[in-house]
């Protein structure tokens, strides 16, 4: 795919993730007019500037659109269609989260410390504790 298509399909998908996000802070506002509309006449309404934040939810959405249009450059030789690149840019910030803490083999070789590096049995041990004792909860 050529570059420059990938980076509008890429920023499609960041403003697409964008769009859910402010359909979910509507809907919960929503939800909120209707329960205290059933339950209390008397109490105000909650106003919408609590759920949407104009400047904030404005810089995320440029933010979502940026990471999504670099997710796409970054990945327009392994794109092979439109969607894919939609989705390479829905996912760009979890994408791009994955790639800048990536440890390579050589960094955790070459770690001060080798008590820092977790064994394989204490993170399954972990794992296996935290789901326990999300059972029992």
Known sequence: MHWQQAVLLGATGGLVVEIIAV??????WQRDRHRIRANSRKRALPPLTRYIDPP?????????????????WLMHDQVTGPMAAIAVGAAAPALLRQLGTARTVQEALQASDISQVPRAADTVGASSRNLAEGAIE
Request: no cysteine; proline share 0%; aromatic share 4%.
């Open 23 to 28: 359909w979910a802070n509507l809907t919960a």
């Open 56 to 72: 904030a939810d404005a810089l995320v959405a440029l933010t979502r659109l940026l990471m999504g249009a670099g997710a796409g």
